[in-house]
């Protein structure tokens, strides 16, 4: 079979194509270890294409976090009919991308907003905003570390400012659950920000209760 391409991303092999269905089919059934076989197989062209769009590497590297989450809770979306599993992950990737960059481009305003009113005066809530900037940037950054279900929760509570109901609500999951995910996965994280060694196994596939 002649090579095809999905968003620009050259993906050939029926056969391979097959493979990654199958580890979709695999993701929607709660398989951790197809989601990392899937990681490990695609998020190289997910990166690519997310460095592309968005330039900032750094960016792109939280762009692709975002996407497998979304890879994982809406694997049982993918219709091998619409396009290859690629594409499909291309087009989350992009809309992920693009809300990144919308976040981050109203995060920029409240921060210019924050150094303006600084400027006048000392404002302990400005202080507050930082701080609570300052701990976004450290929870981001230790996502990787986390289960899925915690990841998708931190990122919602952190990334979008969600509330606990809310999160429950966007990701269709008892409300008991979230506020457990939240508080474990901010445990796990404090324990990484100590400086502690990290629980071996795959990143992002941790177990949880």
Not at 5 to 33: F, M, N, P, T, Y
Not at 98 to 124: C, H, M, N, W, Y
């Amino acid at each position: 079979m002649k090579a095809v391409r999905a968003g620009g991303v050259r993906h050939s092999d029926s056969s391979i194509i097959d493979q990654e269905a199958e580890l979709l089919k695999r993701v929607a059934a709660g398989d951790g270890e197809a989601f990392a076989e899937l990681f490990a197989r695609l998020a190289p062209r997910v990166l690519g294409f997310l460095v592309q769009l968005l330039r900032p590497r750094s960016l792109a590297e939280e762009a692709l976090q975002e996407t497998f989450l979304q890879i994982w809770l809406r694997a049982e979306d993918y219709q091998p009919g619409l396009g290859s599993p690629l594409a499909w992950m291309l087009r989350i990737a992009r809309s992920r991308g693009i809300d990144l960059l919308r976040r981050e481009a109203s995060r920029r305003r409240r921060e210019e907003t924050v150094g303006q009113e600084s400027s006048r005066t000392l404002d302990p809530v400005g202080t507050s905003r930082l701080e609570r900037n300052e701990r976004r940037r450290q929870v981001r950054k230790g996502l990787g570390h986390l289960s899925p279900p915690q990841r998708a929760c931190l990122a919602l509570a952190y990334g979008e400012d969600l509330s606990h109901p809310r999160i429950a609500e966007r990701l269709s999951m008892p409300l008991g659950s979230v506020k457990s995910r939240v508080r474990l996965g901010m445990k796990r994280l404090e324990r990484l920000w100590k400086q502690e060694e990290p629980e071996p196994g795959v990143p992002g596939l941790v177990e949880e209760p």
